[in-house]
T-cell receptor
């Protein structure tokens, strides 16, 4: 099984509050893991990817950070949310050439 | 940066019609994937094509990878309301476990009963 668990499914947070989104995966060890953000049901923007514990690469400068404390755990965080952080956040696993498996996503609304 | 342009952006058709949508780039990709996404859910992989000129069929869906590996098309025969969704194409520059995908912006398909 290559199941990905994301929670929560929806989240409403005030501007300036912290954020922690968690993603856990099942299946083979040492997976490549990715955080994407999707705006208004359109294309996916890669935020972070990780090829192993403690290894994080950031694709775009932003108000967010990521961590990988365990092999199958990937966390997306922010110390202070901005309105522009609203969106649909997706966690994924896999190698790019072989297709990704996505979680069911978290809809974040910053108010 | 590799860009993928998908067209048309929106498509609304009647049940039973055929349709073709496109994914184009000026870059060469090692492989290209198509995903379908329903509202509030993550994308689900439909197919991966890796060889230039390759054609793959998945029931009523036919996927083709361009000879130069820069573009792809998706043809749906006799569309059904269950085909409604956002269709995303994504290209990988390197095969193997450590490549990253570039996604197009997607095609929103609505099939009316």
């Amino acid at each position: 099984s290559q199941t990905i668990h994301q929670w929560p499914a929806t989240l409403v947070q005030p501007v300036g509050s912290p954020l922690s989104l968690e993603c856990t995966v099942e299946g083979t060890s040492n997976p490549n893991l990715y955080w994407y953000r999707q705006a208004a049901g359109r294309g996916l923007q890669l935020l972070f990817y990780s090829v192993g514990i403690g290894q994080i690469s950031s694709e775009v400068p932003q108000n967010l950070s990521a961590s990988r404390p365990q092999d199958r755990q990937f966390i997306l965080s922010s110390k202070k949310l901005l309105l522009s952080d609203s969106g649909f956040y997706l966690c994924a696993r896999g190698g790019g050439g072989y297709g990704y498996t996505f979680g069911s996503g978290t809809r974040l609304t910053v108010v | 940066t590799q860009l993928l342009e998908q067209s048309p952006q929106f498509l609304s058709i009647q049940e039973g019609e055929n349709l073709t949508v496109y994914c184009n780039s000026s870059s060469v990709f090692s492989s290209l994937q198509w995903y379908r996404q329903e509202p509030g859910e993550g994308p689900v992989l439909l197919v991966t094509v890796v060889t230039g000129g390759e054609v793959k069929k998945l029931k009523r869906l036919t996927f083709q990878f361009g000879d130069a590996r820069k573009d792809s098309s998706l043809h749906i025969t006799a569309a059904q309301p269950g085909d409604t969704g956002l269709y995303l194409c994504a290209g990988a520059v390197h095969t193997g476990a450590n490549s990253k995908l570039t996604f197009g912006k997607g095609i929103t398909l609505s099939v009316r009963p």
